[in-house]
């Protein structure tokens, strides 16, 4: 198909509450990961996945933060107890390679603008 | 660790003028380096990206960039500015110790041009 897509493009949610966001990347993408940007900064690495493994999740901010890609396609973020601080886009990106000395370029979603109310 | 710092948080320019957006990086070992545009409301979209090939890197809309490892800096820029420019614009870096490491990004430029 066309690029990544992301859903929904926006989300209130109510402090407390649980949201999950979605992440369909470019077909046939091996990696995928998801940035965290929050207003005015620069978007910042959260988690990787390689087909269904995730490969890194250093950059989760917390242990309310939870993703998953169990048939190494579709990601899927999930934020439990949403905090204020939460407030943000959650941006994903895929790439096509899995590794090795190429670089392979990460294309990006339109993004998840998450408002914690 | 790996840090990229991005010198002005908003350049104005007029259109038709030089455009140059500067990026300096922190790297234990010889980059990845990218300059990527984000327009309202969309996700980010490469412009550019050096990979230890030729140090003065072209890219699309008319951008160019200059790997310059003695002034670790990446700097943007482009000989005429147009309207549709107005974006803001991110430099990353990542190691290329494989092929999908992690971007690490700058705070961003927002570039704005006046008719």
């Known amino acids: 198909g066309a690029g990544v897509s992301q859903s929904p493009r926006y989300k209130v949610a109510k402090r407390g509450q649980d949201v999950a966001l979605r992440c369909d990347p470019i077909s046939g993408h091996v990696s995928l990961f998801w940035y965290q940007q929050a207003l005015g900064q620069g978007p910042e690495f959260l988690t990787y996945?390689?087909?269904?493994?995730?490969?890194?999740k250093s950059g989760l901010p917390s242990d309310r933060f939870f993703a998953e890609r169990p048939e190494g396609s579709v990601s899927t973020l999930k934020i439990q107890r949403t905090q204020q601080e939460d407030s943000a886009v959650y941006l994903c990106?895929?790439?096509?390679?899995?590794?090795?000395?190429?670089?392979?370029?990460?294309?990006f979603g339109p993004g998840t603008r998450l408002t914690v109310t | 660790a790996q840090s990229v710092t991005q010198l002005g948080s908003h350049v104005s320019v007029s259109e038709g003028a030089l455009v140059l957006l500067r990026c300096n990086y922190s790297s234990s070992v010889p980059p990845y380096l990218f300059w990527y545009v984000q327009y309202p409301n969309q996700g980010l979209q490469l412009l550019l990206k050096y990979t230890s090939a030729a140090t003065l890197v072209k890219g699309i809309n008319g951008f160019e960039a200059e790997f310059k490892k003695s002034e670790t800096s990446f700097h943007l820029t482009k000989p005429s500015a147009h309207m549709s420019d107005a974006a803001e614009y991110f430099c990353a870096v990542s190691e290329p110790v494989s092929g999908n490491t992690p971007l690490v990004f700058g705070k961003g430029t927002r570039l704005s041009v006046i008719a």
């Open positions: 990106a895929s790439s096509s390679g899995q590794g090795g000395p190429l670089y392979y370029e990460q294309y």
């Open positions: 996945f390689q087909n269904e493994a995730q490969l890194d």
